[in-house]
Nanobody, 115 residues
Framework: QVHLVESGGGLVQPGGSLRLSCVAS????????MGWYRQAPGKQRELVAV???????NYADSVKGRFTISRDNAKNTVLLQMNRLKPEDTAVYYC?????????WGQGAQVTVSS
C-alpha cells in the first residue's frame, strides 16, 4: 500500500519560511519523480516544483528563487524549503510521486501566509 505523508505546514507571516516534508512508503522511491503541487481556494491544482530520480529540478515561475525542492533517497523523503513566503502562497500543498504514468498523492498540508 502506498502512502505519501506530508508534514510541516502551518501559519507564517509574510516574508517567513516553512519547510514541508513528505515521507513515502510502498513505492520504489529512488526511481520516482517527486513533486509538490498546491491548490488555493477556488483555483486549480498547480505544479510548484519537481525533482527527478536523477536530481534534476523544475519550478513554477512564481516560486523560482524562493523555494527549493530536494530529496533524500535513504529516507524516502522529499522536502520543500519555502522562503520569503507571500500571501499568494497560501494553499494546500500536496506531495506527488510519479513513475511511468502511475501517480500517487498525499493528503495535503495547509500553508497559510498571513499577518
Amino acid at each position: 500500500q502506498v502512502h505519501l505523508v506530508e508534514s510541516g505546514g502551518g501559519l507564517v507571516q509574510p516574508g517567513g519560511s516553512l519547510r514541508l516534508s513528505c515521507v513515502a512508503s510502498g513505492i520504489n522511491f529512488r526511481l520516482n519523480t517527486m513533486g509538490w503541487y498546491r491548490q488555493a481556494p477556488g483555483k486549480q491544482r498547480e505544479l510548484v516544483a519537481v525533482i527527478t530520480s536523477g536530481g534534476s529540478t523544475n519550478y513554477a515561475d512564481s516560486v523560482k528563487g524562493r523555494f527549493t525542492i530536494s530529496r533524500d533517497n535513504a529516507k524516502n523523503t522529499v522536502l520543500l524549503q519555502m522562503n520569503r513566503l507571500k500571501p499568494e502562497d497560501t494553499a494546500v500543498y500536496y506531495c506527488n510521486s510519479r513513475l511511468v504514468g502511475v501517480a500517487y498523492w498525499g493528503q495535503g498540508a495547509q500553508v497559510t501566509v498571513s499577518s
